[in-house]
């Protein structure tokens, strides 16, 4: 099913559900919505159960709840899937219907040029930013030694 | 795959206070308020109350398990699946004249009458005319109904289950637009 030279499904899926709502918005507004559209699970919202484990290791634990919009839709022959953050329902309809797109032959490489590789320098570049402002307020420990 | 309730909560909200009556005034016929998409062999309103009863927590049984009827309630409702008739909580009877017998099927425990299931019967029509008169809690007097699409042994097996009280198996017929409910208390009158 992997048709991308340079991302797998996962991959893509994971970009579109972090990427800013209004960067996918803008990006897929070029590209028209396949005629034969039919929404199998309308975007809805709802809560998720976070576990997590202290320092990867020890007993799981609930570390708290977050919203989360889901959305299903086919296009042609391909579904498409989107789990994202928070309750933004256009953002899981886009997400989802790119995800459909995607996986269509014809609409992979337009859509992979002109939505995907500018959702993924988007997010590098969010990280990069919040890594360095992290970095800019590292604060180093010395020990002086006590001249006795 | 096709689609499910348009509107998930409020369309299932509105059928399970449908079902609730069709229990409560057994066979009377009632019309359900939405029917959604559904793939063969199921009908709209089988599928409306596998949607509104059926998820994750509850057990299914399918007498004609075609793939892409299963992808699709497994997609929308999440349930689980289960080959033997005995482990189902709710059992989905598409060809009423090729199904097991209802003894075949979970009557609960005395301890736990509940855990029995519930039939949910695809039929071809209601008539409330006929011979066949039903009684028991929920009706005043007697309600005629007429079930046509039961196999003819069908009233001599159900009959058979009555002395079990209160362990048994309900029913939801559908037909169309309309189901009807038969809990285990109805009794169908002789003559």
């Known amino acids: 099913m992997d048709t991308s030279p340079h991302l797998a499904r996962p991959q893509w899926m994971s970009l579109l559900a ?6 996918l918005a803008a990006a897929m507004d070029a590209f028209a919505p396949p005629a034969d559209l039919t929404w199998l699970r309308p975007a809805q919202t709802g809560l998720y159960m976070l576990r997590g484990r202290i320092g990867g290791t020890g007993p799981q634990f609930n570390f708290g709840e977050i919203t989360a919009t889901r959305c299903s839709v086919q296009a042609g022959d391909h579904i498409g899937h989107a789990w994202v953050r928070g309750s933004n329902t256009r953002h ?4 989802a219907l790119a995800d459909a797109m995607l996986q269509d032959d014809q609409q992979h490489v337009p859509l992979c040029l002109h ?3 500018p959702l993924r320098r988007a997010l590098d570049r969010r990280r ?7 970095a800019a307020s590292k604060v180093e420990f010395f020990t002086v030694v006590r001249g006795e | 795959m096709l689609a ?21 005034r057994p066979a009377a016929p009632r019309a359900l308020p939405v029917l959604p998409p559904a793939p063969a062999p199921i009908a709209p309103a089988a599928m409306a109350i596998l949607l509104t009863l059926c998820d994750a927590t509850t057990t299914v049984w399918l007498q004609q398990p075609e793939q ?3 992808r699709h309630l497994q997609f929308h409702t999440g349930l689980k699946r289960v080959d033997k008739p005995q482990d189902a909580d709710f059992a989905l009877v598409t060809d009423p004249f090729s199904m097991p017998p209802l003894h075949a099927f979970a009557r609960g425990d005395l301890r736990y009458p509940d855990r029995s299931a519930s039939l949910i019967m695809q039929v071809s029509a209601f008539r409330t005319e006929g011979q066949a008169r039903f009684a028991g809690p929920g009706i005043r007097t007697s309600e005629t109904l007429a079930i046509d699409g039961l196999p003819g042994d069908f009233w001599q097996q159900r009959t058979a289950l009555a002395p079990q009280l209160p362990l048994g198996i309900d029913v939801y017929f559908v037909a169309g637009q309309q189901v009807v409910g038969l809990p285990r208390t109805t009794r169908l009158l002789e003559g």
């Open chain 1, 18 to 23: 972090q990427s800013d709502p209004a960067e």
């Open chain 1, 92 to 95: 899981a309809e886009l997400a």
């Open chain 1, 115 to 117: 939505v995907i590789e």
């Open chain 1, 128 to 134: 990069e930013e919040a890594s360095r402002k992290a």
């Open chain 2, 4 to 24: 499910a309730f348009a509107h998930p909560v409020f369309d299932s909200q509105r059928s399970f206070r449908e079902l609730l009556q069709a229990m409560a």
């Open chain 2, 68 to 70: 892409e009827a299963v």
